[in-house]
């Protein structure tokens, strides 16, 4: 990472940002905003433990800083303020930020928030953006969280700038070591799910408090479990993983899950073509991508190619066109296929339409834009209660179940990457440092 080509693409970030809180402030008719990082939360009323912080997105949005009680003072026509209080407490110490830029670009004022109100030079209407309601109120803030605000500044967040870019690039080449990591350790024999996600933490030298998710390790059966984080303790020489996992960067986040299968016996060998198969899937999914296009009709199209891929494996009979206009696939493919990406693992902006009926669990339902950044991530799994349910159904009668039954062990199949929408075509910032999505090993 060359830093100080970082550090120009922020100052650049910085300048955007401010043109962009100034009109979100005037449409919403306020004359500044403070965004308040966050306070520590309790684990429980019945202890004394707190969670580790995780900032305010909009906060993070300015400064990288993992630390409580911070703000952000932003009034046009100023220079956008950085209100970083020094640590005083004798208990803990917080980590040294990773970049130093980012004071170039801000006036810092190692105060606290008690000069807010000064800070804010004075405006009569100021907005507080912030989890914590009573500590605004204390301060004196009436107007917390204004939808008015928040839908505008969430818009702009949907098209990212080219210092955010960078980051996402980042975060992926430092998930990419962790996926490589863990794929030489499923290689290498018999190891428990819970080692398994130690070594994706050690390759990224990430605590588990930092990674932008849980991460989703899961062998053989519990690749059906969509967000598996119940880690197994035992060794096992599964024939399946499927893993889920995430770096961060600044705050920004990836998001990428790769499929591996070392098969044996005949449903193994089943089991294998079906990842070769939603491994060339997914790319031509992502060749798919184009500016203007609903991305809910990428997703429809995702289903479309999941009930060919069903019907050529002979796990579903029938033409394509049959399997998917029944909802065969949908048993087989509960999920969306994808989100928005950014200081959130599922970032905002996308999903302000709700998506039809039929795909509720659908993230993003934007029409796509340059500047965008999502995921593409079709799967396919072997989830008993989805599948019980479709047994009983009349469209039951066109799967082969001798054939699922065999199938079920190795759980499902899901590959993920992280792309940017451009003018012409898109970035795929997960190829680039892992160029297989999903294998037979």
């Known amino acids: 990472m060359d830093i100080e080509h970082l550090r120009s693409l922020y100052l650049d970030h910085v300048r955007t940002l401010e043109t ?5 402030l005037a449409g919403a008719g306020f004359d500044a905003v403070v965004v308040h990082s966050g306070t520590p939360v309790k684990r429980t ?14 906060f993070q949005l300015w400064a990288p800083l993992t630390e409580p009680d911070c703000f952000v003072v932003v009034q046009p026509g100023s220079k956008t303020k950085l209100v970083w209080p020094h640590c005083t407490s004798f208990w803990e110490r917080p980590a040294e930020p990773e970049v130093t830029f980012f004071q170039d670009g801000l006036d810092v004022r190692r105060t606290d ?20 309601t009573a500590r605004a109120a204390a301060l004196g803030f009436r107007d917390t969280n204004p939808k008015a605000l928040l839908d505008a500044l969430e818009h702009g967040r949907t098209l990212k700038t080219d210092y955010e870019v960078a980051c996402l ?15 030489r350790a499923f290689e290498g024999g018999a190891k428990s799910e819970l080692e398994l996600h130690l070594v994706f933490l050690g390759a990224t030298r990430q605590d588990d408090s930092e990674t932008p998710y849980k991460n989703i390790v899961a062998l053989g059966s519990n690749g059906a479990v969509l967000h598996h984080v119940s880690y197994g303790r035992d060794a096992t020489r599964a024939e399946s993983l499927l893993l889920d996992a995430g770096a961060t960067y600044l705050g920004y986040c990836s998001d990428i899950t790769r499929t591996w299968a070392r098969p044996q016996g005949s449903a193994g060998k089943t089991f294998g073509g079906l990842v070769v198969a939603m491994e060339a899937m997914q790319k031509r999914l992502v060749e798919r991508v184009a500016v203007g296009m609903p991305y809910e ?14 019907k050529e494996a002979g796990i579903a009979k029938g033409s394509v066109e049959e399997i998917d206009k029944r909802g065969i696939s949908r048993a087989f493919y509960p999920h969306g296929l994808g989100h928005s990406l950014g200081l959130q693992t599922h970032d905002v902006g996308c999903a302000t339409v709700k998506p039809r009926a039929d795909n509720p669990f659908l993230r993003n339902t934007s029409k796509i834009e340059v500047g965008q950044t999502f995921t593409i991530e079709p799967g396919l799994y072997f989830i008993d209660g989805l599948l019980r349910e479709l047994r009983g159904k009349p469209e039951g009668e066109l799967v082969d179940w001798q054939l699922v039954d065999a199938l ?19 970035r795929n910032f997960t190829r680039e440092v892992l160029p297989t999505g999903g294998s037979t090993v």
Do not use: C, M
Not at 45 to 58: I, N
Not at 169 to 183: Q, S, Y
Not at 297 to 310: F, K, N, T
Not at 408 to 424: H, K, N, T, Y
């Open 20 to 24: 962009r809180y100034a009109k979100a």
């Open 45 to 58: 009323a019945f202890d004394d433990q707190y969670w580790p912080l995780r900032p305010t997105p909009e």
């Open 113 to 132: 928030a008690s000069e807010l109100a000064s800070l804010a030079g004075g405006s009569k209407r100021v907005a507080w953006i912030g989890e914590d």
């Open 169 to 183: 690039a980042e975060a992926n080449r430092r998930a990419a070591l962790g996926h490589d990591a863990v794929l």
């Open 297 to 310: 009709e990428l997703h429809d199209e995702s289903h479309r190619q999941v009930s060919a891929i069903l």
């Open 408 to 426: 079920a062990p190795f759980g499902g199949i899901r590959i993920e990457d992280d792309i940017l929408v451009r003018e012409s075509g898109v």
